[in-house]
C-alpha cells in the first residue's frame, strides 16, 4: 500500500479546527482508496513562539524536506505583530522551500451563493508569483524614532522567477477547457519590475499560441471580476496583486471559507504546502462555526499533487454534495457547524465510488 508523509501544521485560530477536521476526511477517504496517509503534527504557531521566542526550531525545515506534503491551516495570533507571525512561519516554508506558484482556484459551488448577480460565471483559477516581488524581503528601517526615519520595501522581480511563473501559468491555462490567461500588471506606474513582468509574459506567449491572452490593470481587473466574471479564466499576478485579487475572488465565491490554496514547488525538490485562505479568524475561534471546507477543497488539491487524481475528484464530488444539500456554516448563511459539515462530508464519501 502507497504510504504518503504529510506534515500537518495547524499554526493559530481556527487552524486547530479546520485541519483536525481535514486529517479526519481524508483518513476516511484514503481507507476507500487503498492508499494511506501518515501525519505527524507540529506545534509550530504563536504559542510556542511567545513561549520560545521561535516559530520554527532548530533544524525544523531540514525536517520537514523528508515529508510528500506539509498541510497548514493558519498563522497569526492578537499577541504578535503580523509582519513577525507571517515571516516567522509561513514565508519561512513557501521561500525556504522554492513553491514559487501559489494556485488559487475559485469557484461557485453548488447551493452556495455568490453576491454577484452572475454568479455561475466564477470559475476562475488565480496563479500568484509566491517567492519574490513584493513580499521579497528586501528593504530595511533607518534612524528609527527620529524625525528622517526611512523605511523601504524593494519589489524584486528576477527574470527567472518572472520567467518560470508566466510559463507555469501558460501551461495551467493550456490545460483548462477556455485556454484564456489574463495578465494582471500595473507596469504604467510601476516602470522598472513590472515592465520586466510584462515583457517577459510577452516573450513566454510566443511558446504558446493555442492560448489566449490579455492583460489588465491590477486595479481595473478589481472591476472585471465584479461585472464581468465571465471574461477570465486563468489569471497571473504578482505576488501583492494576486494575494489581494484572490481574497476578492473568495469572497465572489460566497466566503473565504470556502477558498483553497496551493504553494506548489513545481520541480519537486521540496515539497509542496497546501493552505486554506482564510487565516486565523480569531472572532470565531474556539466557537465551532469555522468552515472547513476550503480544507477540505485544499485536501483535494494536495491529493491531486500527490498522484490519487482519482481520490481528489471524489473529494470534490462529496464537497459539492454537502453544498447542494444545504449544510453550510454561518458564513455561507447556514446553521450547521464545524463537526456538522465534516459528517456531512464523510457519509457523502460513503456514498461515493
Same mark, same amino acid.
Request: proline letters at 5%.
Given at each position: 500500500?502507497?504510504?504518503?508523509?504529510?506534515?500537518?501544521?495547524?499554526?493559530?485560530?481556527?487552524?486547530?479546527?479546520?485541519?483536525?477536521?481535514?486529517?479526519?476526511?481524508?483518513?476516511? &477517504?484514503?481507507?476507500?482508496?487503498? !492508499?494511506?496517509?501518515?501525519?505527524?503534527?507540529?506545534?509550530?504557531?504563536?504559542?510556542?513562539?511567545?513561549?520560545?521566542?521561535?516559530?520554527?526550531?532548530?533544524?525544523?525545515?531540514?525536517?520537514?524536506?523528508?515529508?510528500?506534503?506539509? !498541510?497548514?491551516? #493558519?498563522?497569526?495570533?492578537?499577541?504578535?505583530?503580523?509582519?513577525?507571525?507571517?515571516?516567522? %512561519?509561513?514565508?519561512?516554508?513557501?521561500?525556504?522551500?522554492?513553491?514559487?506558484?501559489?494556485?488559487? /482556484?475559485?469557484?461557485? &459551488?453548488?447551493?452556495?451563493?455568490?453576491? %454577484?448577480?452572475?454568479?455561475?460565471?466564477?470559475?476562475?483559477?488565480?496563479?500568484?508569483?509566491?517567492?519574490?516581488?513584493?513580499?521579497?524581503?528586501?528593504?530595511?528601517?533607518?534612524?528609527?524614532? &527620529?524625525?528622517?526615519?526611512?523605511?523601504?520595501?524593494?519589489?524584486?522581480?528576477?527574470?527567472?522567477?518572472?520567467?518560470?511563473?508566466?510559463?507555469?501559468?501558460?501551461?495551467? #491555462?493550456?490545460?483548462?477547457?477556455?485556454?484564456?490567461?489574463?495578465?494582471?500588471?500595473?507596469?504604467?506606474?510601476?516602470?522598472?519590475?513590472?515592465?520586466?513582468?510584462? *515583457?517577459?509574459?510577452?516573450?513566454?506567449?510566443?511558446?504558446?499560441?493555442?492560448?489566449?491572452?490579455?492583460? *489588465? %490593470?491590477?486595479?481595473?481587473?478589481?472591476?472585471?471580476?465584479?461585472?464581468?466574471?465571465?471574461?477570465?479564466?486563468?489569471?497571473?499576478?504578482?505576488?501583492?496583486?494576486?494575494?489581494?485579487?484572490?481574497?476578492?475572488?473568495?469572497?465572489?465565491?460566497?466566503? %473565504?471559507?470556502?477558498?483553497?490554496?496551493?504553494?506548489?514547488?513545481?520541480?519537486?525538490?521540496?515539497?509542496?504546502? !497546501?493552505? /486554506?485562505?482564510?487565516?486565523?479568524?480569531?472572532?470565531?475561534?474556539?466557537?465551532?462555526?469555522?468552515?472547513?471546507?476550503?480544507?477540505?477543497?485544499?485536501?483535494?488539491?494536495?491529493?491531486?499533487?500527490?498522484?490519487?487524481?482519482?481520490?481528489?475528484?471524489? &473529494?470534490?464530488?462529496?464537497? *459539492?454534495?454537502?453544498?447542494?444539500?444545504g449544510v453550510l456554516t454561518p458564513d455561507l448563511g447556514g446553521?450547521?457547524?464545524?463537526?456538522?459539515?465534516?459528517?456531512?462530508?464523510?457519509?457523502?464519501?460513503?456514498?461515493?465510488?
Amino acid at each position: 500500500m502507497k504510504t504518503y508523509r504529510i506534515a500537518a501544521i495547524p499554526g493559530d485560530g481556527i487552524g486547530n479546527e479546520v485541519i483536525p477536521a481535514g486529517i479526519e476526511v481524508l483518513e476516511a &477517504l484514503a481507507a476507500k482508496r487503498g !492508499f494511506a496517509l501518515a501525519f505527524e503534527h507540529f506545534d509550530w504557531g504563536s504559542k510556542r513562539y511567545l513561549e520560545t521566542g521561535a516559530y520554527i526550531p532548530a533544524g525544523g525545515l531540514e525536517r520537514l524536506k523528508t515529508f510528500d506534503a506539509i !498541510f497548514f491551516g #493558519a498563522v497569526g495570533a492578537a499577541e504578535v505583530p503580523d509582519h513577525i507571525s507571517l515571516w516567522g %512561519l509561513r514565508l519561512p516554508i513557501c521561500q525556504g522551500f522554492d513553491q514559487y506558484a501559489n494556485v488559487r /482556484p475559485a469557484r461557485v &459551488l453548488p447551493g452556495v451563493d455568490s453576491p %454577484l448577480r452572475d454568479g455561475s460565471a466564477v470559475d476562475w483559477v488565480i496563479i500568484r508569483e509566491n517567492s519574490e516581488g513584493e513580499y521579497s524581503g528586501s528593504g530595511g528601517r533607518v534612524h528609527r524614532g &527620529l524625525p528622517e526615519e526611512v523605511a523601504t520595501e524593494t519589489s524584486v522581480f528576477t527574470r527567472r522567477g518572472v520567467e518560470r511563473i508566466h510559463r507555469f501559468a501558460f501551461e495551467l #491555462a493550456r490545460a483548462r477547457p477556455k485556454k484564456h490567461l489574463t495578465l494582471v500588471t500595473k507596469s504604467n506606474a510601476q516602470r522598472h519590475g513590472m515592465v520586466l513582468w510584462d *515583457e517577459i509574459f510577452f516573450e513566454v506567449a510566443k511558446a504558446y499560441p493555442e492560448v489566449r491572452w490579455d492583460r *489588465e %490593470l491590477v486595479d481595473a481587473m478589481t472591476t472585471r471580476m465584479v461585472l464581468k466574471p465571465g471574461s477570465i479564466d486563468t489569471v497571473v499576478a504578482s505576488n501583492l496583486h494576486a494575494d489581494i485579487l484572490s481574497d476578492l475572488a473568495a469572497a465572489l465565491s460566497g466566503s %473565504l471559507g470556502i477558498a483553497p490554496t496551493a504553494n506548489l514547488n513545481p520541480e519537486r525538490t521540496f515539497p509542496s504546502m !497546501f493552505e /486554506p485562505i482564510h487565516g486565523s479568524a480569531f472572532d470565531i475561534t474556539g466557537k465551532g462555526i469555522a468552515n472547513p471546507l476550503a480544507t477540505f477543497w485544499t485536501a483535494s488539491m494536495m491529493l491531486e499533487h500527490l498522484g490519487e487524481a482519482r481520490a481528489a475528484a471524489g &473529494l470534490m464530488r462529496a464537497i *459539492e454534495a454537502v453544498t447542494a444539500e444545504g449544510v453550510l456554516t454561518p458564513d455561507l448563511g447556514g446553521v450547521h457547524d464545524t463537526r456538522a459539515v465534516t459528517n456531512a462530508v464523510k457519509r457523502a464519501l460513503d456514498r461515493g465510488r
